[in-house]
Every structure is written in C-alpha cells, then in structure tokens.
C-alpha cells in the first residue's frame, strides 16, 4: 500500500529499527529495490531528490514529480508491503510545491546552509503547507562535509542539541535529519569512521523525533571490486561499516537515506556484464546482472537495518 512516510517511521522509532530510504531516477533501480523488499517483507521509502525529478521530467519538475508518484503509487497499491515516496534534499520551493501537488508522501526541506534562525523560519513555512495537504516533513540541522546536494559543505558541522530541541518543537517536523559526523558520496571518511553517538542519543532524548541519517551508504567493497575489476576507479572509497550503522540505529535513527551503494551495484553489475556478453542488446537483459546486485545490497540493508518482516 501507498502510505505516509511518517506512519512508517513513527512505527520503526517505537519498535528502534531502521528503515532504508532508497534514492531512484529510473524505473530499473525502483524494480531492483522493489523485488529486495519485498523478498524481506520490509517497508520500503523510496527518494527523489530534485536532480531525479528534473531528470524524470525533462527539465518539468511537475512533469517529473507526476512521472515518479504514478510508477511508485500505482505499484504500491498492488503489493502487500508500505512504500512511501519522499523528496530528498528539497531545497528549490517550486519542486517542493510541485512534489506536494504531485502526491509525495512526504518532503525534505534543506535548509541547513541557512542559519538557525532561517532554517527554523523556512522549515516552519513549509511544514505548514505540506501539512494542509497531508504530507509529513523532514528537515536538517548542522551540516554534512563533501557536497551536499550542489552546496559546498565545507567541513562536517555537528548538530547542536540544544537548537535541535528548540527546532523540533518550534517546526514541528515529523522526523529529523541531525548531522552527527557523515558525508555523501563514497569518500566518507579519510581515516577512522567515526560518528558522534553521544550527541545522537542526546538528539533522540530531547526531540523524541524519528531521526534520519543521510550520507548512510557502507560502500560496500564486493561491489568496489568488481566494479574495478571491469575498469572502475573507486580508489580511497570508504563508507558507513554495518556495526556503526547498528549503534545509529541503536541510538535512534530511524531512516537511512542509501544511494552511493545503490550506484555502485548497479555500475559493478552493468560492467561484469557487458565484459563478458558480446552479443546482448536487450537492456531487460544486459542490465539484469546489475539490478541483481542492487536488490541484493537491498536485501543486506535491511538485514542490518532490522526492517525485515515489520509489515
Ligand atoms: O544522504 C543521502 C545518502 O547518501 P550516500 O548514499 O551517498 O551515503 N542522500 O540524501 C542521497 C542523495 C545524496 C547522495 O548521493
Ligand atoms: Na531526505
Ligand atoms: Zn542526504
């Protein structure tokens, strides 16, 4: 069934697990992530962020946005498991609105460049309309280093609990993105991976929110390795190691935003493949090695998430 992200994520901070949000821009990777969970009869949040819904759309975000919720919906209402779509890393306020009037289940809006006071401001406009059309919201304090969707994050700058609090009660988010030491992309880390728990378990205490972690992904090194046994260059790639996403979720986050590890499946399989098979030119084909590898990442997310059989 199609749902509210927010009854998804209100049921796994109750019952302290995790819930993978899987980042799409086609329909191969939301099939891919589809046959993993429901292998594992798991909840599934499946996210755009605003370069997919241009992508989809051919520049028409509303396009895009419309393109997305008819394949996901209209396929959750035809499957026994929860699927929830989620804008990611909303930023832009008319593909925000377009997401909303499209029929995401819930939004993302980033304003965590902005300081506290017009993040606060901001996220509060948002949260009013979305929550007049029925769509709950996720929003962001602190900052992740690497590039933060198209924003140069300089270096990690952690979560404030004390603002987290006020945040929280003041926006009235429905769940909740601190950043606590993490970066997107697939050079996470450049020696030790380390994530500030204390400060995660302080956030969890004073907002009783469900909380997200972004930049999640454990770049797995299977796939690194095959990926560069077929002419990738993945060198110095470090990701999220299972036992620390463990304690994240031990800790209190809730939705673990997964996209590098997604990429770098289907960019290991999409090789092996084409490597070894000179004859196909049936995409259904050629890219079903590559599919396999993501719904098996899938599957051991949410293996390490807890998700599994909590329909
Ligand atoms: O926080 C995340 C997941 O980040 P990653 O999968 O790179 O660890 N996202 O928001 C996904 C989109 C940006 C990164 O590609
Ligand atoms: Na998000
Ligand atoms: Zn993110």
Request: proline share 2%; glycine share 8%; net charge negative.
């Given at each position: ?22 980042n799409i821009n086609?329909?191969?990777f ?155 992309g697939a ?30 992904s454990?770049v797995?090194?299977?796939y690194?390795?095959?990926a ?6 993945f ?23 997964t996209d590098t590890d997604l990429r770098i499946a289907y960019v290991a399989?999409l ?19 590559a599919?396999?590898y993501v719904?098996?990442v ?14």
């Amino acid at each position: 069934a199609y749902v509210d992200t927010k009854d998804i994520l209100d049921k796994a901070s109750e019952g302290y697990y995790g819930v993978a949000a899987f980042n799409i821009n086609n329909m191969e990777f939301f099939h891919a992530i589809l046959e993993g969970a429901l292998e594992k009869k798991s909840p599934l949040i499946i996210e755009t962020s605003e370069g997919a819904i241009k992508y989809a759309g051919m520049n028409d975000p509303y396009r895009g946005a419309r393109f997305f919720v008819n394949m996901i919906k209209d396929m959750a209402n035809t499957v026994d498991i929860p699927i929830a779509l989620h804008l990611d890393h909303g930023n832009n306020f008319d593909i925000i609105m377009a997401a909303i009037k499209a029929g995401y289940s819930s939004v993302m809006i980033d304003a965590s460049h902005e300081v506290f006071e017009e993040n606060m401001r901001i996220t509060k406009d948002i949260v009013r309309i979305a929550h007049a059309a029925g769509v709950s919201v996720e929003a962001e304090l602190g900052q992740l280093s690497g590039i933060e969707d198209n924003v140069e994050a300089a270096e990690n700058v952690l979560v404030n609990v004390d603002e987290a609090k006020e945040f929280c009660e003041t926006t009235e988010v429905d769940f909740f993105a601190p950043a606590i030491g993490t970066s997107h992309g697939a050079f996470k880390f450049k020696g030790e991976a380390k994530l500030d728990y204390d400060r995660l378990k302080k956030v969890k205490e004073v907002t009783g929110k469900p909380l997200v972690l972004h930049g999640a992904s454990s770049v797995v090194q299977e796939y690194v390795k095959i990926a560069e046994e077929y002419g990738a260059d993945f060198g110095g790639s470090k990701g999220v190691p299972a036992d620390v996403l463990k304690q994240t979720v031990e800790y209190g986050i809730n939705k673990v935003n997964t996209d590098t590890d997604l990429r770098i499946a289907y960019v290991a399989g999409l090789r092996e493949f084409l490597a070894h098979d000179a004859k196909q030119f049936d995409p259904r084909k050629y890219q079903r090695k590559a599919m396999d590898y993501v719904k098996k990442v899938v599957m051991e997310r949410i293996d390490i998430l807890g998700s599994a059989n909590k329909i």
